[in-house]
């Protein structure tokens, strides 16, 4: 079975790919792993001789457009290797079957690859109610749980099967929940972003490819490769923020200039993510070189830290556009007037006490004063 | 003119590692309060310029670590000071673990605060609410060091920051890190100014030279307060 399986190289050469452009994508691949020049040859190596990963592609509570950003992916290689290559034996926007012959797909590769096989998630899990998402006639959760069970690695694509996203914002009402928040027992490779970097997708599964366990990741189970750094800390603008030149609006003499976007809310300061050195559409811009502040996509909550045009967030039960500089202000001022209040108080005290004081009999300051 | 009939001690409250770690500590405040409002909400005063020649906000967040680095430490210190220093200083003040000192507490609200009744509190240190209010500040000092170092850690490889990453996955991100060290300098601002108040208000109504003792370490006590101090059984002052 496992001979019978061609390796990614085989297929791409199948499809018409140069050897040429074989190797421009595994260089690129090494580049963005931020590997040594030596781990092109692994990377190649892996490429041509390991069979394919047999992948389960899940869509639970999501919009696609993490699939949607990796179709787009800047190397041609890049998408087609997965969605092609990858033998996505199960992938429910982009595979041919469906119904039935769709079910049966992803049973086989759960029987066929038993503690091989990636499960790759798009989506969050509802519980408050499991009925939320169902598919075939079962939850996202007892779907997710099953194809778990036996599968090598999971990776959460994108914010909502990392962090929840949008569904998990509050109210939350599905009670969604990010995968490693509902399954055990399995390592989780959460993909941040909303979606993720086409290139960066390709790069995780690359990596699972060629050597074979999951990439280093943080403390929030994102790969340290492309997560390690704050947009901020990468971006082209940088220099405009060290040296406080700040746009203040979005037409303003500053903005034409290209100035640090921070105060228009920007989240780079906040965001760890790869959009400034490895960028969108084959690497020709991201939100910040498009005059746009950053909102902070590739982390967890960002929807509640709004809005994404102040840096500030509202503190939350304090109404709409209150931040914890209007509360500060207001208890400064608060505190202020019960301070002066106090201050009266203690002086009418004060001056009862002198009242009340007797003069020192004697006192040879209370004589010469007095005389 | 009038004359003070009760007869006074002096007694050297402060030591002097008190009052250093005091006055670097209001520095450290003052400067962090005020370069992190900046941090958070820079005014722009510079246009139609180009970034080379500038690096001003980059100078103030320097200013803003290296102050941090130095409350970290002399809070350090405070803590260290809290087992070997003079009574007054040691731990044991600021945690209210005996009945006497929550006893005192409300005596100081009844006195201090209400002003309802018209007594002396007999603490020579800090009374018993004084030091409860500094045990929190102290809660608040180790927050603020945590999420601050917690945010400084991602572009720091030294020792010392690398020792507070896990702070930031700990609270979900940089944005909930960040909101919260925010919201606590709010903290070190509204307590700056009630302890600025009340220090006034003690020298003015007990005289017993509150604002000058942070100086010199001196404060001035009555006899019969001393004596009750001296002559009591437990760590409180027996009549309260």
């Not at chain 1, 690359?206 to 403390?219: A, Y």
């Not at chain 1, 929807?303 to 400064?332: C, M, R, S």
């Not at chain 2, 030091?131 to 927050?143: A, E, K, V």
């Not at chain 2, 006034?200 to 006899?223: A, L, Q």
Request: hydrophobic residues 40%; glycine residues 8%.
């Amino acid at each position: 079975m496992e001979n019978q399986r061609p390796s990614f190289y085989e297929e791409a050469r199948g499809n018409g790919v140069s050897r040429r452009d074989f190797l421009k994508f595994c260089a690129t691949m090494a580049a963005f792993l931020g590997l040594e020049a030596s781990g092109i040859g692994q990377i190649v190596k892996a490429l041509e001789t390991k069979p394919r990963l047999p992948v389960i592609w899940f869509h639970f509570q999501e919009c696609t457009c993490c699939s949607e950003s990796f179709i787009r992916a800047s190397h041609p290689l890049v998408a087609d290797i997965v969605l092609n290559k990858i033998s996505l034996d199960y992938q429910e926007t982009l595979m041919a079957a469906s119904g039935f012959q769709a079910e049966e797909a992803y049973k086989a590769v759960m029987a066929k690859y038993p503690g091989e096989y990636i499960v790759m998630v798009e989506g969050s899990i509802p519980t408050e109610n499991e009925a939320y998402c169902c598919i075939g006639g079962r939850s996202a959760l007892q779907i997710l749980q099953e194809a778990v069970k036996n599968c090598k690695a999971v990776v959460a694509w994108g914010n909502c099967a990392s962090a929840g996203c949008v569904q998990a914002a509050s109210p939350n009402p599905t009670g969604a929940q990010p995968v490693h928040k509902v399954i055990s027992g399995k390592p989780v490779i959460n993909v941040q972003g909303c979606p993720p970097i086409a290139d960066v997708m390709a790069g995780v599964v690359v990596h699972l490819l060629t050597f074979d366990r999951i990439p280093q990741l943080d403390g929030l189970g994102r790969p340290q490769a492309f997560y390690s750094r704050r947009v901020h800390d990468t971006c082209y603008r940088r220099a405009n923020f060290d040296a406080g030149l700040f746009v203040e609006s979005f037409d303003d003499e500053g903005a034409k200039r290209g100035y640090c976007l921070y105060k228009m809310g920007c989240k780079g300061p906040v965001t760890y993510n790869s959009c400034g050195i490895i960028k969108w559409n084959d690497s020709v811009s991201y939100p910040i070189q498009s005059g746009h502040p950053c909102i902070g996509c590739a982390e967890a909550g960002f929807w509640d830290n709004g809005p994404f045009y102040q840096h500030l967030p509202e503190v939350a039960g304090f109404g709409i556009e209150t931040t914890a500089d209007k509360i500060g202000l207001g208890l400064g001022v608060a505190t202020a007037v019960g301070i002066a209040g106090h201050a009266i108080v203690t002086n009418i005290r004060k001056n009862k006490e002198i009242k009340n004081e007797e003069p020192v009999a004697g006192s040879k300051v209370e004589t010469t004063k007095q005389s | 003119m009038r004359n003070r009939s009760v007869p006074l001690r002096e007694v050297h409250v402060w030591e002097m590692p008190v009052r250093l770690y005091h006055w670097i500590n209001a520095l450290c405040i003052t400067v962090l309060c005020v370069t992190g409002y900046v941090i958070g909400d820079p005014p722009a005063f510079m246009k139609g310029t180009e970034a080379s020649f500038n690096y001003w906000f980059g100078t103030v967040r320097f200013i803003h670590f290296i102050s941090a680095f130095l409350f970290f430490f002399n809070f350090i210190f405070r803590i260290y000071w809290g087992f070997t220093g003079n009574e007054f200083s040691r731990w044991y003040n600021f945690i209210p673990l005996k009945r006497c000192q929550w006893k005192e507490m409300l005596e100081v609200i009844k006195v201090d605060i209400l002003q309802v009744t018209n007594k002396n509190i007999d603490s020579i240190g800090h009374n018993s609410l004084a030091s409860f209010i500094y045990f929190i500040t102290f809660l608040i000092f180790l927050l603020q060091c945590l999420t601050g170092f917690g945010m400084y850690a991602a572009m720091s490889n030294a020792f010392l920051p690398k020792l507070f990453s896990w702070i930031v996955p700990f609270l979900g991100g940089d944005m909930q890190v960040r909101q919260i060290h925010h919201v606590l300098m709010w903290g070190f601002i509204l307590f700056a100014m009630i302890h600025v108040y009340l220090v006034f208000y003690h020298d003015y109504i007990e005289r017993r030279g509150v604002t000058s003792s942070m100086i010199g370490g001196w404060k001035f006590i009555e006899e019969d307060v001393i004596e009750r101090h001296d002559n009591r059984t437990e760590d409180c002052p027996k009549d309260i």
